[in-house]
């Protein structure tokens, strides 16, 4: 889907041009305001179109148990930091709620959850896995929840899913008219000012441009792919314009997937990850180098 990506998606001002030409996305740094987005974007509702029942191979349910909701540490992280801010029987939405594995922990702590995930491979593991109520493959600004459920949540969470959205602005903005009053909005992400990316950034400069390293890792304009990595500024500008009031915000060490996966993606050969996981695993249990942002705000 074709769109301007000249104009800045977060600042709204224009003149813009390619940086970063990566193996799967070309990345734009806003002259203005620093916001590094990649040009493409998906179609919104293309996942919700359909409500068809899809049978998954053996092979879709391994990436999702054995990769997806490999790091059980993460989870329990999540689980903690709402439990901290907001007490049980209080209604939650998780947008983007992939493999469900936090939402259904959160039910049996007697949260009254909701969720929503537009794609349909995880809605139908979901289904069959979990026996969880209030699933919906509707987009957050979908009228069914910006009419019907304006002011209605205690809690939102959006566990690595702001990098993957179109306009992030839009859809922090978008939650937070679901949230009442005094409700929290729960965001982690990859990080812009975290070492990866700065080192990225690096090895692209002083090789102008033919090495790109981890930056090969972290975009991509496959549908819903990396389409921003945010940084600390960008995110206070998002909570500002969306009348939220950030609470906590502070960087992390986290992987989404096993290491393997994310050297696989930037040597493209699968011996040489493996060979590699191990020692590299080692390095940032030892080191611990952050990598990921954790956001915490309320609604004023």
């Not at 305001?33 to 092979?59: M, Q, R």
């Not at 702590?109 to 109520?133: A, F, H, T």
Request: glycine share 6%; net charge positive; with cysteine.
């Amino acid at each position: 889907m074709n769109f301007d990506y000249s104009i800045c998606k977060l600042c709204g001002n224009g003149g813009n041009t390619i940086k970063y030409r990566l193996r799967m996305a070309n990345v734009i740094v806003c002259k203005h305001c620093g916001f590094h987005y990649t040009d493409y974007i998906d179609e919104e509702y293309k996942a919700a179109a359909s409500n068809a029942a899809i049978v998954l191979s053996e092979k879709e349910i391994d990436f999702i148990e054995q990769k997806m909701q490999s790091n059980a540490a993460r989870f329990n992280n999540h689980i903690n930091k709402v439990v901290s801010y907001v007490g049980p029987n209080k209604i939650l939405l998780d947008v983007g709620f992939g493999g469900a594995l936090f939402l259904n922990e959160m039910v049996k702590k007697n949260y009254n959850c909701y969720g929503i995930e537009l794609d349909q491979r995880w809605m139908s593991y979901v289904k069959n896995k979990y026996q969880l109520p209030n699933l919906y493959n509707l987009p957050v600004q979908d009228n069914f929840w910006q009419k019907e459920h304006t002011n209605f949540f205690g809690a939102i969470v959006l566990w690595d899913v702001i990098e993957h959205v179109n306009y992030p602005i839009q859809i922090v903005q978008q939650c937070t008219n679901l949230l009442k009053s005094g409700g929290y909005i729960f965001i982690d992400t990859p990080c812009r000012n975290a070492f990866y990316h700065k080192f990225g950034e690096l090895i692209s400069t002083v090789s102008f441009g033919k090495m790109n390293t981890l930056l090969h890792a972290m975009y991509s304009n496959h549908p819903y792919g990396h389409k921003q990595i945010l940084s600390k500024k960008d995110m206070h500008l998002i909570m500002h314009k969306a009348g939220l009031k950030i609470v906590e915000i502070k960087l992390f060490h986290e992987l989404s997937f096993p290491i393997s996966f994310y050297l696989n993606r930037i040597l493209f050969s699968n011996f040489l990850a493996k060979t590699l996981s191990v020692p590299i695993s080692w390095v940032l249990k030892v080191f611990r180098i952050k990598n990921k942002m954790l956001v915490v705000a309320v609604k004023k």
